[in-house]
């Protein structure tokens, strides 16, 4: 057991330098397990369990029929380890909505600073658009992920989209829940506070931006209480 898990700690600690000497990028097909298995003198066992573990923490993934590729999604991973802090009760419902709540207002504001594209600005236009159109829980729901991930892609930084990504993973449940036992009018203010928060970004105003979030959340935060039994 002691020598599998020096030869898994091997594969791994190789692919990594493999990364980290720029042999192996985004998107670079790996070695066969076979040929990394002899390269190291390791089991094909030890070599399957690193993959399998680096797979996990997103950084492999692996295509049916062609082989294990790198790859760039640690978002999932950590979605999974908030998932396991909520069944082990280190952290609560209310901690991750305060959480998202303020990572929110971070992101706008980094897309305050930034500017939003024109092609971006464009294609939150077309998803508010869809939304007022959409009548249907499974639409609304699709429609309201999109306009939230289309402005954490508007910080155009790569932290926040990928820890952003990894908390709307875990709230999209929510907010699902909240969508389907909400009435039009509460469907209504939760458009609006999109609309509402989308334009304090193009005028720059923080102010408004975070008086807008904090009445979209606040609305959000109480259709969950509502939904989950709880006034």
């Known amino acids: 057991m002691q020598k599998e898990r020096r030869e898994y700690s091997r594969v791994v600690d190789h692919i990594?330098?493999?990364?980290?000497?720029?042999?192996l990028t985004v998107g670079s097909r790996l070695p066969a397990e076979r040929a990394l298995a002899e390269e190291l003198c390791a089991g094909r066992n030890s070599v399957r369990e690193a993959l399998r573990m680096l797979e996990n923490i997103g950084l492999v993934e692996s295509r049916q029929g062609s082989g294990n590729y790198i790859a760039c999604n640690p978002s999932a991973s950590i979605s999974e380890a908030i998932d396991m802090?909520?069944?082990?009760?280190?952290?609560?419902?209310?901690?991750?909505?305060?959480?998202?709540?303020?990572?929110?207002?971070?992101?706008?504001?980094?897309?305050?600073?930034?500017?939003?594209?024109?092609?971006?600005?464009?294609?939150?236009?077309?998803?508010?658009?869809?939304?007022?159109?959409?009548?249907?829980?499974?639409?609304?729901?699709?429609?309201?992920?999109?306009?939230?991930?289309?402005?954490?892609?508007?910080?155009?930084?790569q932290m926040w989209i990928c820890i952003s990504e990894a908390i709307i993973n875990v709230y999209r449940r929510w907010i699902e829940k909240v969508i389907l036992r909400a009435d039009e009018t509460v469907k209504t203010k939760l458009r609006d506070s999109h609309r509402e928060i989308f334009e304090a970004i193009k005028r720059r105003d923080r102010e408004a931006c975070e008086k807008a979030i904090d009445r979209h959340y606040d609305i959000a935060d109480r259709e969950l209480r509502l939904a989950d039994g709880v006034k």
């Not at 990594?16 to 042999?23: H, K, M």
């Not at 939150?124 to 429609?143: G, M």
């Open 16 to 23: 990594y330098t493999l990364i980290e000497t720029g042999q």
């Open 85 to 157: 802090m909520l069944l082990l009760k280190q952290t609560t419902v209310e901690e991750v909505c305060d959480f998202r709540r303020s990572m929110e207002k971070a992101v706008c504001l980094e897309a305050m600073r930034n500017g939003i594209s024109p092609e971006l600005s464009s294609e939150i236009e077309k998803v508010l658009s869809e939304q007022v159109a959409a009548s249907e829980p499974a639409a609304q729901i699709e429609t309201d992920h999109s306009f939230h991930y289309a402005l954490i892609r508007a910080s155009g930084n």
